[in-house]
């Protein structure tokens, strides 16, 4: 059974980095077959897109974030981790990690954790 | 906005059929990019409910349905029960090179 597993602090200062890492157990972030994937859900509001990223480093983020978004992956660790830069109160939010199939669907999601951009 | 239109609230009482609609453009489903379905119980992360339109993941009951027609795609919930109490997201692609979910609508079991 595939699990994911989000890790990172829950509070960032404004105009910080926010750095949130997913570690994969039960399944491998080297398989071809996926995409490893961030989406992210403000509290009391829907789910936005983050991007995701490919076993060979080639990644896709959300236009809305791109300037500001870096996924990387680490497969001897079998973890992908997320970097948000120059964060603001917008940005808090529960930040979730999935798995991708590759065609479109996430069938494996992380718990989630939440993130609080606070000075 | 999102991209793709959701109503924020259905209900219905315990047996009841209920359908949650999903409305995009020429840019989503409207351009034949499949449409999938997920619930998000209180408190916890959202689980695949439906894929590839209409497909379910092993373990889904055969109560949850899927389908899409032109530029709509819609959920049905047929005999519902308590614990389907929930929001429902339906999420796709658009040709903007990126993954759309529509704004989740809240299901009341009443």
């Known amino acids: 059974q595939v699990q994911l597993q989000e890790s990172g602090p829950g509070l960032v200062k404004p105009s910080e980095t926010l750095s949130l890492t997913c570690t994969v157990s039960g399944g491998s972030v080297s398989s071809g077959s996926y995409y490893w994937s961030w989406i992210r859900q403000p509290p009391g509001k829907g789910l936005e897109w983050i991007g995701y990223i490919y076993y060979s480093g080639s990644t896709n983020y959300n236009p809305s974030l791109k300037s500001r978004v870096t996924i990387s992956v680490d497969t001897s660790k079998n973890q992908f981790s997320l970097k948000l830069s120059s964060v603001t109160a917008a940005d808090t939010a529960v930040y979730y990690c999935?798995?991708?199939?590759?065609?479109?669907?996430?069938?494996?999601w992380g718990q989630g954790t939440l993130v609080t951009v606070s000075s | 906005q999102s991209v793709l239109t959701q109503p924020p609230s259905v209900s219905g009482a315990p047996g009841q059929r209920v359908t949650i609609s999903c409305t995009g453009s020429?840019?989503?489903?409207?351009?034949?990019?499949?449409v999938h379905w997920y619930q998000q119980l209180p408190g916890t992360a959202p689980k695949l409910l439906i894929y590839g339109n209409s497909n379910r993941p092993s373990g889904v009951p055969d109560r949850f349905s899927g389908s899409k027609s032109g530029t709509s795609a819609s959920l049905a919930i047929t005999g519902l029960q308590a614990e389907d109490e929930a929001d429902y997201y339906c999420?796709?692609?658009?040709?903007?090179?990126?993954?759309?979910f529509g704004g989740g609508t809240k299901l009341t079991v009443l």
């Open positions: 999420q796709s692609y658009d040709s903007s090179l990126s993954e759309v």
């Open positions: 020429s840019s989503n489903i409207g351009a034949g990019y499949d």
């Open positions: 999935a798995r991708d199939r590759r065609v479109g669907f996430l069938d494996y």
